[in-house]
Antibody, heavy 120, light 106 residues
Framework: EGQLLESGGGLAQPGSSLRLSCTASGFAFSSYAMSWFRQAPGKGLEWVSLVIGNGGNTFYADSVKGRFTVSRDNSKNTFFLQMNGLRAEDTAVYYC??????????????WGQGTMVVVS | DIQMTQSPSSLSAALGDRVTFTCRASQTIRTNLDWFQQKSGKAPKLLIYAASTLQSGVPSRFSGSGSGTNFTLTISSLQPEDFATYYCQQSYGTPITFGQGTRLEI
C-alpha cells in the first residue's frame, strides 16, 4: 500500500514563503494526479491545489491563486507546494493526497500525515 | 463553485445505533460524491466513493447512497471506533469542495 510523507511546515512571518514537499512510496507516482488540502485549526477541509501526473496541468483554489505554486518531480516521487505571500489565514495543517482513479478530482485514497504551517 | 451542505452539524448516538448523515450539493454532481472519516489529529480516511462504493478495507456497516444533489452515509451499528467527524466531498470538478462536516459523538 502506498504512503505519503509531507515535510516543510513551520512558523513563517506574514508575507514570507515556505515550500512544502510530499514524498510518495509504494505506487506508480507519475501515473496519478496529486493534491494539496489544508485544515485550519478547528475548521473543515479545504482543497488547495492539484497537479496532474505529468505535471502539465495545475489547478488552484481562488484563495491561493497567484500566491501558491504546485509542481512535481516524478524522478524523485515528490511533489511540492511553494507558498509565497503567506497570510495569517493560511495557518493550517497541510495534507497531500493521491487521486485513486485517475479522474484528478478524486476519490483521494492515500493521505499524508499532515504538516503544520503557522503564519504569525 | 459547487457548495456542499451537510446535516446535521453534530449528532449524538449510542453504541449499536443506526445513524445517517446527509449531504446536499448546490447543483447536480451525478454520483461524484465521496465520504471521509476524520479522527482528531489524523488525516481523513476514504470510506465511500462514487456515492455508494465501499473503499477497500472499510467495514461493511458503512454504506452510501444518492445521486444528483442528495446523498446519505449510513452506519448500520455504531462501534466505538466510529466516533469521529464525517465529511462529504464532491469529485465532479474543480474547485474540489467539501461539506462542513458532521461530528458524531457518544
Amino acid at each position: 500500500e502506498g504512503q505519503l510523507l509531507e515535510s516543510g511546515g513551520g512558523l513563517a512571518q506574514p508575507g514570507s514563503s515556505l515550500r512544502l514537499s510530499c514524498t510518495a512510496s509504494g505506487f506508480a507516482f507519475s501515473s496519478y494526479a496529486m493534491s494539496w488540502f489544508r485544515q485550519a485549526p478547528g475548521k473543515g477541509l479545504e482543497w488547495v491545489s492539484l497537479v496532474i501526473g505529468n505535471g502539465g496541468n495545475t489547478f488552484y483554489a481562488d484563495s491561493v491563486k497567484g500566491r501558491f505554486t504546485v509542481s512535481r518531480d516524478n524522478s524523485k516521487n515528490t511533489f511540492f507546494l511553494q507558498m509565497n505571500g503567506l497570510r495569517a489565514e493560511d495557518t493550517a495543517v497541510y495534507y497531500c493526497a493521491k487521486d485513486q482513479k485517475g479522474r484528478i478530482v478524486g476519490p483521494f485514497d492515500i493521505w499524508g500525515q499532515g504538516t503544520m504551517v503557522v503564519v504569525s | 463553485d459547487i457548495q456542499m451542505t451537510q446535516s446535521p452539524s453534530s449528532l449524538s448516538a449510542a453504541l449499536g445505533d443506526r445513524v445517517t448523515f446527509t449531504c446536499r450539493a448546490s447543483q447536480t454532481i451525478r454520483t461524484n460524491l465521496d465520504w471521509f472519516q476524520q479522527k482528531s489529529g489524523k488525516a481523513p480516511k476514504l470510506l465511500i466513493y462514487a456515492a455508494s462504493t465501499l473503499q477497500s478495507g472499510v467495514p461493511s456497516r458503512f454504506s452510501g447512497s444518492g445521486s444528483g444533489t442528495n446523498f446519505t452515509l449510513t452506519i448500520s451499528s455504531l462501534q466505538p471506533e466510529d466516533f469521529a467527524t464525517y465529511y462529504c466531498q464532491q469529485s465532479y470538478g474543480t474547485p474540489i469542495t467539501f461539506g462542513q462536516g458532521t461530528r458524531l459523538e457518544i
